[in-house]
């Protein structure tokens, strides 16, 4: 069946580095779709990527899915205190499959 | 405020007991999701409901009973669980169209099950 994994597991930064979190699929997406777990809170939507080779931007997010629709990758720039949580991508393999999560990366960060 | 309602926020339950677990959308979509989080596993799709008709069920045991009365609402039946069900039951809902799913979920935050 369709496996979706991520890598890092955990990352730890110092505050203003920079943090990439990259998602795999075994199966061609349809789309991708990241979400955003705050200690404690529940997964919230960030973004959605549709095309392939698609990059959007969200103030310091950048979000990149794959030539290939394949593979997917989050990256913080200069990392704030506020961005700690558990950061999900998510894929279907077509339309009318449901979403299939990855394992999630952990950040933390000190200031 | 989420749009997504969960309750109980806190259960505690024997494993001879029965309880259930509820969730409400105030978003007018007509999908909903129940999905378990454990510290082990990643977002494990539970059970798939659209326009109230199940469409998926992911290899839940049957002492998962889920229950969709309407677009609205979603219930969790629980009955004889097991200390390895214990986790985070997290309802969503989505808007999707009928000939396929493209929308994001709307998490609610979850009901913290502990099975003594």
């Known amino acids: 069946g369709q496996q979706v994994m991520q890598i890092p597991q955990y990352q730890h930064v110092q505050e203003g580095e920079d943090f990439t979190t990259y998602c795999n699929s075994s199966t061609t997406l349809s789309n991708i779709q990241w979400y955003k777990q705050r200690p404690g809170g529940h997964p919230v939507f960030l973004i959605q990527l549709v095309k392939s080779g698609e990059v959007k931007k969200q103030k310091r997010l950048t979000f990149q899915f794959g030539e290939a629709k394949k593979n997917s990758s989050l990256h913080i720039t200069a990392t704030q205190t506020t961005d700690v949580g558990t950061y999900f991508c998510?894929?279907?393999?077509?339309?009318?499959?449901?979403?299939?999560f990855g394992k999630g990366t952990t950040l933390s960060v000190s200031s | 405020e989420t749009g997504v309602t969960q309750t109980p926020r806190h259960l505690v339950m024997g494993m001879t007991n029965k309880k259930s677990l509820k969730c409400e959308q105030h978003l007018g979509h007509n999908a909903m999701y129940w999905y378990k989080q454990s510290a082990k596993k990643p977002l494990e799709l539970m059970f798939v409901?659209?326009?109230?008709?199940?469409?998926e069920n992911n290899s839940v045991p049957s002492r998962f009973s889920p229950e969709c009365p309407n677009s609205s609402h979603l219930f969790l039946h629980l009955h004889t669980l097991q200390p390895e069900d214990s986790a985070l039951y997290l309802c969503a809902s989505s808007q999707d169209a009928a000939q396929g799913r493209t929308g994001e979920l709307f998490f609610g935050e979850g009901s913290r099950l502990t099975v003594l």
């Open positions: 409901y659209n326009f109230k008709e199940q469409t």
């Open positions: 998510a894929g279907r393999a077509q339309a009318g499959t449901a979403l299939i």
